[in-house]
């Protein structure tokens, strides 16, 4: 009999029992996928946002862990456009809103000035772009007219103030199709921070190593000085690093990974139980392998691949279980936006190399004890 066809038998001995393992496992590594997969998805939807735009820096208040809270005094827009290298800036002012007629919680709200280079990358689906004279008017990503049922010349509710839609812009980035755009004096008037920004959204010149440029325009900026010679409280990043370096998707990461080595430990904690049982039982069987010529390690091989195979075809369920999950979850209106439907095949690796690690981690030691075994004692076993 094959080796590998020897192993398969193994398992369907206890076809029940290899099941609810394999089960415990796709649970374990579903649980790994689907939230690595939504944490990737939302840092490369933040980053497709930026660099879309082609934004190649963002400047940011320094020393803020949370962006949201960085506030920069919109004057200083003028001293970064006269550093050598830059080409563009654009202030931006941005916050999160309810739509609670609508059952939405946490929609971004964005301020742009009406002559950024940022909206001349927005293609409009209806209606007309931010004029300098508009008031009261906003530009709806289609996903949230979509769900708030809006289109061109209807009114919604902000801040529990009425603002007419002027335009539906459908945009290639399923996060800003979710998003909502006003004139920056309307939105820092609606928010009361006049004359503020939370970051200036910055594209440099085209150069054959503009990765080097990138980094010394970064550092020009934050060594910018006011009027009395104090520098100014600035940290210009580079987009991919912003994006990185962003504190909600930190926390999102952080709590994937945490939810993962638990998941992980759960996995392997069922294998091992699993395969220790597996040779409780079969002691006297590994004693007649062994008398008749087989040696420790294919002892070991033999019970690691029943484990390795187990995890694999949990990792396997779990994998289809996972990727159909969040495409059913990145449907529904209330999440719509903020989740892709389409999982990384990156992160779908990362959980088949946990599985691999839970079928090691459950499989060592029952394989190391089987061999063990004296053959003698082994075939004298009950």
Request: positive net charge; hydrophobic residues 50%.
């Amino acid at each position: 009999m094959h080796f590998g066809t020897l192993i398969v038998k193994n398992l369907l001995r206890r076809p029940v029992r290899s099941l609810l393992t394999a089960t415990g496992v796709a649970l374990a590594v579903g649980a790994v996928i689907a939230l690595l997969g939504m944490a990737r998805g939302f840092e490369d939807s933040l980053l497709q946002v930026l660099q879309g735009h082609g934004v190649d820096i963002v400047v940011t208040r320094a020393g803020k862990t949370d962006r949201m809270t960085s506030v920069l005094d919109q004057r200083w827009e003028r001293l970064i456009a006269n550093i050598d290298g830059v080409e563009r800036v654009a202030g931006a002012l941005m916050d999160v809103v309810d739509f609670r007629d609508a059952n939405l919680i946490g929609v971004f709200i964005q301020g742009w000035p009406t002559d950024s280079f940022l909206l001349a990358q927005l293609p409009l689906r209806s209606g007309r772009p931010l004029r300098p004279d508009d008031r009261q008017c906003v530009l709806l990503g289609s996903k949230l007219a979509e769900i708030l049922q809006k289109t061109t010349g209807d009114m919604v509710e902000i801040e529990m103030q009425p603002f007419r839609v002027v335009g539906v812009y459908e945009s290639y980035n399923l996060y800003e199709n979710r998003s909502a755009i006003m004139p920056l004096e309307e939105f820092q008037r609606l928010m009361d921070r006049q004359g503020q920004v939370m970051a200036f959204h910055v594209m440099v010149h085209q150069a054959h190593h503009k990765s080097s440029l990138v980094e010394a325009v970064c550092r020009r900026i934050e060594s910018l000085t006011d009027e009395h010679g104090r520098r100014l409280p600035l940290e210009a990043r580079p987009a991919y690093d912003y994006v990185k370096s962003t504190l909600q998707i930190r926390q999102v990461q952080a709590m994937a990974w945490v939810t993962s080595v638990i998941a992980m430990v759960i996995g392997a904690v069922g294998m091992l139980n699993t395969m220790i049982m597996s040779v409780f039982e079969r002691t006297h069987e590994i004693g007649i392998l062994r008398a008749i010529g087989w040696r420790k390690g294919r002892i070991v091989r033999m019970i690691l691949g029943e484990s390795l195979l187990l995890c694999l075809v949990g990792a396997t369920l779990g994998a289809i279980v996972a990727v159909a999950g969040v495409y059913w979850l990145s449907t529904l209106p209330a999440v719509a936006g903020l989740i892709q439907g389409q999982i990384s095949p990156v992160v779908i690796g990362q959980g088949y190399a946990i599985a691999v690690l839970v079928g090691l981690a459950g499989g060592l030691y029952p394989a190391w004890r089987g061999a063990r075994l004296s053959p003698t004692e082994a075939i004298r076993h009950e």
